[in-house]
């Protein structure tokens, strides 16, 4: 670290214990710029532990933060200020970390209309067949993940009501020209296999798989689904079978033949771990196995 910069990161110790020392004398707690942007820091980071560290220090409270940030014109549906900050945030990343993956998710909320930092919210924001302004039932939300980094993002908050395929796709369009104006690349959308999301996908390519980079015509966006989701259609129809035994049967690529899982083998591993205090199948439970049967 340059002398230069270890000077400055001195002077804003200094600048903090200073300000600690007048809180103890004065009766009016005024906090240093430093103080304030040091609390804000650990308060977005942390709520829970901001409040344990004014145990020890005399720090803003946090209801002063909250009137501080309310007037801050900053949301992941505003483009302009989402842009600005993607420029900053991809300055400071390496060529692998500028992969990314969008993630598209929906939220459910409460229909209705609140006023929140000097403005109504809770309006959807898709069209409707009637022109009628409704209120928003889910909130789509459009997020970036590097594919080979810890950089995670929230770049849009959509508010919809009943929102099409054809609805989502275009504004999948619109936040990959927003991520990639960003110098990012975004190599494939992530999403659940929901009737929605798969006209959207039909929608964006043509079979279903991939389609051209708008960015760049050599490179392909790949289409998946999230292995989560997956993983739970295979389970629900699992526990649904209706055959003996509860046996599913898969092809096995590999070696060219039939595999046949019954639902008795996953039972026997519980019975067998459920007393155990370590476990191969430590997340079998009886909730899994029989909740849904017994329902």
């Given at each position: 670290?340059?002398?230069?910069?270890?000077?400055?990161?001195?002077?804003?110790?200094?600048?903090?214990?200073?300000d600690?020392?007048?809180?103890?004398?004065f009766?009016?707690?005024?906090?240093?710029?430093?103080?304030?942007?040091?609390?804000?820091?650990?308060?977005?980071?942390?709520?829970?532990?901001?409040?344990?560290?004014?145990?020890?220090?005399?720090?803003?409270?946090?209801?002063?933060?909250?009137?501080?940030?309310?007037?801050?014109?900053?949301?992941?549906?505003?483009?302009?200020?989402?842009?600005?900050?993607?420029?900053?945030?991809?300055?400071?990343?390496?060529?692998?970390?500028?992969?990314?993956?969008?993630?598209?998710?929906?939220?459910?909320?409460?229909?209705r209309?609140?006023?929140?930092?000097?403005?109504?919210?809770?309006?959807?924001?898709?069209?409707?067949?009637?022109?009628?302004?409704?209120?928003?039932?889910?909130?789509?939300?459009?997020?970036?993940?590097?594919?080979?980094?810890?950089?995670?993002?929230?770049?849009k908050?959509?508010?919809?009501?009943?929102?099409?395929?054809?609805?989502?796709?275009?504004?999948?369009?619109?936040?990959?020209?927003?991520?990639?104006?960003?110098?990012f690349?975004?190599?494939?959308?992530?999403?659940?296999?929901?009737?929605?999301?798969?006209?959207?996908?039909?929608?964006?390519?043509?079979?279903?798989?991939?389609?051209?980079?708008?960015?760049?015509?050599?490179?392909?966006?790949?289409?998946?689904?999230?292995?989560?989701?997956?993983?739970?259609?295979?389970?629900?129809?699992?526990?649904n079978?209706?055959?003996?035994?509860?046996?599913?049967?898969?092809?096995?690529?590999?070696?060219?033949?039939?595999?046949?899982?019954?639902?008795?083998?996953?039972?026997?591993?519980?019975?067998?771990?459920?007393?155990?205090l370590?476990?191969?199948?430590?997340?079998?439970?009886?909730k899994?196995?029989?909740?849904?049967?017994?329902?």
């Amino acid at each position: 670290m340059s002398n230069v910069k270890m000077k400055h990161l001195l002077n804003k110790h200094l600048e903090l214990i200073i300000d600690q020392l007048k809180q103890m004398v004065f009766n009016k707690n005024r906090y240093c710029p430093a103080t304030i942007i040091m609390s804000f820091i650990i308060y977005s980071q942390s709520p829970s532990c901001y409040n344990v560290i004014r145990d020890f220090f005399v720090l803003p409270h946090k209801r002063y933060l909250q009137s501080i940030s309310s007037s801050l014109h900053v949301s992941p549906r505003d483009d302009m200020n989402n842009k600005n900050y993607l420029l900053n945030i991809c300055k400071g990343l390496s060529d692998n970390e500028k992969i990314v993956a969008l993630i598209i998710d929906e939220i459910y909320v409460s229909s209705r209309m609140d006023y929140r930092s000097q403005s109504l919210v809770g309006s959807a924001e898709n069209e409707n067949s009637t022109g009628d302004c409704e209120f928003a039932k889910t909130i789509v939300t459009f997020m970036i993940s590097s594919v080979f980094g810890q950089m995670n993002e929230v770049i849009k908050l959509w508010p919809v009501h009943n929102v099409k395929g054809l609805e989502l796709a275009k504004m999948t369009k619109d936040v990959i020209d927003l991520v990639q104006a960003c110098n990012f690349e975004i190599i494939c959308i992530i999403t659940d296999n929901h009737s929605i999301n798969r006209i959207m996908f039909k929608n964006l390519s043509h079979n279903g798989f991939w389609f051209s980079n708008p960015k760049s015509s050599e490179k392909n966006i790949f289409l998946l689904f999230d292995f989560v989701h997956i993983f739970k259609n295979i389970w629900k129809n699992w526990i649904n079978l209706k055959n003996l035994h509860k046996t599913f049967v898969c092809y096995d690529f590999t070696n060219d033949e039939l595999k046949y899982a019954k639902f008795q083998h996953i039972e026997n591993i519980y019975e067998k771990e459920k007393c155990l205090l370590t476990k191969q199948a430590y997340k079998l439970n009886f909730k899994s196995l029989y909740a849904c049967r017994l329902a």
